[in-house]
């Protein structure tokens, strides 16, 4: 349990302190150092990303209190056209749609020996096959948003960030019940502007508040809360992952309201991660997760 409203910041940790002192504990932490040695650390901008594939589709999001998400379609091409011209008058523009949960690396595979050495040591060996399947990019303007929320498998989360710096508030999951939750994974509250009148129990929540620089990795443990401003042009990417006890939590979640389709793709890392069916079984079920949470 975190008893401060401060993240904690290391440098390099090893795998068995990783596992000991944040996974095992609950604890989010942000590790520096890694990402440095990166090709991605200098090269990778969205003009890089348009290079390479101009004409690829994409889809971005935008976030509506009222409407939702709504989904538009793009090509690279366009879409780093959008961002630029928002870019250069950021206060005259209408905000971008943001590339939310897209799955680069299996798009653009020459990507991968950019994010070299990458820790794997970080992750359960089940998930080192083919790791980069698991990823998912977040590509968007300053000032983009996603609301708060946590992750709907209820698993870890470790978060690379690359390009630009992000703003997150971030709630752990003993203070989701002041939150105002709305289905199973949005809440109602904004924590940069909470209203105290109409959501009066957030008042007892407990945030924490920090920037994720570029060459930062936050690791945030299952049922965080999070959400998240982009203060510049942004490129990251993250791996959603299960320990076996984080995913037998999480189908015990089942009873408390996670959607059964949320169950189901617990089921087979479950099969995966306790059972040791090896990955290249299990992903031929589990990588229509990768669309359904895109």
């Not at 302190?17 to 944040?22: D, K, S």
Request: hydrophobic fraction near 35%; charged fraction near 20%.
């Amino acid at each position: 349990m975190i008893v401060s409203n401060e993240i904690e910041r290391r440098y390099k940790i090893g795998n068995d302190e990783f596992q000991t002192e944040y996974v095992k504990k609950g604890k989010p932490v942000i590790i520096s150092g890694v990402i440095q040695s990166w090709d991605s650390f200098d090269k990778w901008s969205i003009e890089y990303f348009k290079n390479l594939s101009p004409q690829m589709k994409i889809y971005a999001k935008k976030f509506s209190s009222t409407q939702g998400i709504q989904l538009s379609s793009v090509t690279i091409e366009e879409y780093a056209k959008i961002i630029n011209d928002f870019e250069k008058n950021p206060h005259d523009n209408e905000l971008p749609p943001y590339c939310h949960d897209l799955p680069l690396f299996s798009l653009i595979p020459a990507l991968i020996k950019d994010v070299q050495p990458f820790p794997l040591d970080y992750l359960p060996k089940w998930y080192h096959y083919k790791w980069w399947r698991y990823c998912q990019f977040f590509i968007g303007a300053s000032k983009s948003i996603t609301p708060l929320h946590f992750d709907c498998l209820l698993t870890n989360n470790i978060f690379f960030q690359i390009l630009g710096r992000k703003q997150f508030t971030i709630l752990l999951p003993e203070d989701t019940k002041y939150c105002y939750r709305k289905g199973w994974r949005w809440f109602l509250i904004d924590p940069e502007k909470p209203d105290y009148n109409k959501y009066p129990q957030y008042k007892y929540a407990r945030p924490i508040k920090f920037i994720v620089n570029p060459g930062d990795i936050l690791y945030m443990p299952p049922g965080t809360l999070h959400h998240v401003r982009s203060l510049d042009t942004s490129i990251s990417f993250n791996i959603d992952w299960h320990t076996e006890k984080s995913v037998l939590d999480a189908l015990a979640a089942s009873m408390r309201g996670m959607p059964a389709k949320n169950s189901y793709y617990n089921l087979l890392l479950l099969v995966g991660l306790v059972f040791k069916i090896p990955p290249q079984m299990v992903f031929n079920f589990y990588k229509s997760y990768l669309n359904y949470i895109s």
